[in-house]
T-cell receptor, first 116, second 109 residues
Framework: DSGVTQTPKHLITATGQRVTLRCSPR?????VYWYQQSLDQGLQFLIQ???????AKGNILERFSAQQFPDLHSELNLSSLELGDSALYFC???????????????FGPGTRLTVT | KNEVEQSPQNLTAQEGEFITINCSYS?????LHWLQQHPGGGIVSLFM???GKKKHGRLIATINIQEKHSSLHITASHPRDSAVYIC???????????FGTGTRLTIIP
């Protein structure tokens, strides 16, 4: 158990809909990262938040958005869903605060999103 | 060309064999991570390396910064080691992880 929790575990929804995925980081971790893992693209970094502020952005679509709340949990919002958004969405957390440097990341169990 | 290349893509071995998985990258990095993803989907961080060698139980990870290459070794492999092993790097200047495509390891009893 990494200490990172994600809800829900599974989500099935229709094209065009909007969903929210939730992540609670390990106690004491200030950074939250979101990743997407699809069959054809592998793991891709989406976005990072540190202590409530956006820190780094990756291959995140404009239809997707995220935020980190004062209690440090984070939500990833996916809207106008398409079939290609079906994937595993992982959240990870780390202590990290510096832009320069690296920290071990602890992964949550993932949310499996199926868009039909 | 991907920034992170892993080989082999698939590996099947007998229980007890010594396993080596390789990772090459093309950018300057501040760290390299080895991750393990089990069939259920969960991801576990095995190692984070910026130089030299690390050992944890039967797993050993090495990195050669000059050659931009890392290896993950498993000694006395066991069926429970069957998983996808993923190499990921932190390019200099950010904490974004860039991932390899993974090596699917199957250990046969």
């Amino acid at each position: 158990d990494s200490g990172v929790t994600q809800t829900p575990k599974h989500l099935i929804t229709a094209t065009g809909q909007r969903v929210t995925l939730r992540c609670s980081p390990r106690s004491g971790d200030l950074s939250v990262y979101w990743y997407q893992q699809s069959l054809d693209q592998g793991l891709q970094f989406l976005i990072q938040y540190y202590n409530g502020e956006e820190r780094a952005k990756g291959n995140i679509l404009e239809r997707f958005s995220a935020q980190q709340f004062p209690d440090l949990h984070s939500e990833l919002n996916l809207s106008s869903l398409e079939l290609g958004d079906s994937a595993l969405y992982f959240c990870a957390s780390s202590v990290g605060d510096r832009v320069w440097g690296s920290y071990e990341q602890y992964f949550g169990p993932g949310t499996r999103l199926t868009v039909t | 060309k991907n920034e992170v290349e892993q080989s082999p893509q698939n590996l099947t071995a007998q229980e007890g064999e010594f396993i080596t998985i390789n990772c090459s990258y093309s950018v300057g990095i501040s760290a390299l991570h080895w991750l393990q993803q089990h069939p259920g989907g969960g991801i576990v961080s095995l190692f984070m390396l910026s130089s030299g060698k690390k050992k944890h139980g039967r797993l050993i990870a090495t990195i050669n910064i000059q050659e931009k290459h890392s290896s993950l070794h498993i000694t006395a492999s066991h069926p429970r080691d069957s998983a996808v092993y993923i190499c990921a790097v932190n390019p200099f200047g950010n904490e974004k992880l860039t991932f390899g495509t993974g090596t699917r390891l199957t250990i046969i009893p």
